[in-house]
């Protein structure tokens, strides 16, 4: 019997797959739990218009992680941070200052796609990483000053 299954079922598929498994288990597992319903043409054309929809969707994220990468690419921002004797800070530059200073700026990226070049205990220089989406990663210099 053939389903397309509403959500992703271990060692089955993902959703909106199309399966082949055995009638007992269509029945009375995955569309008793709302996990897959029978394929007929309605549930088809529904399937092609959420994909459809997912592209489109898809394809307008990627448009603004490009657009926003083209403004950030190069760009240099200062982090006034706390500072100790001899320039050392007091802690470590994380990804959730660069995730501050961005905000600052306009730019909203989150911290877990910010990954920094390396640790940065002194006043100084680095480059962060920005992953603003699956293809798109824009390098920005980060500049610590003390405050």
Do not use: C
């Not at 992680?65 to 690419?73: I, S, V």
């Not at 501050?100 to 205990?121: F, S």
Request: aromatic share 4%.
């Amino acid at each position: 019997m053939k389903v397309i299954l509403l959500s992703d079922v271990k060692d089955l598929g993902k959703e909106d797959e199309i399966v082949d498994v055995k009638p007992g288990y269509a029945r009375n597992f995955l569309i008793k739990k709302n996990l897959a319903v029978e394929v007929n043409k309605s549930n088809l054309n529904e399937i092609k218009v959420r994909k459809k929809a997912a592209a489109a969707k898809e394809a307008q994220a990627l448009a603004e992680a490009q657009e926003m990468a083209e403004t950030l690419e190069g760009q240099t921002f200062e982090l006034p941070m706390k500072v100790g004797e001899n320039g050392r800070l007091y802690g470590t530059l994380t990804a959730i200052d660069v995730e501050n200073a961005l905000a600052e700026a306009g730019y909203k990226v989150d911290k877990r796609n910010i990954t920094l070049e390396k640790a940065l205990r002194n006043v100084g220089k680095t480059t962060a990483r920005l992953r603003l989406h699956r293809e798109v990663i824009v390098l920005v210099n980060i500049v610590v000053v003390p405050k």
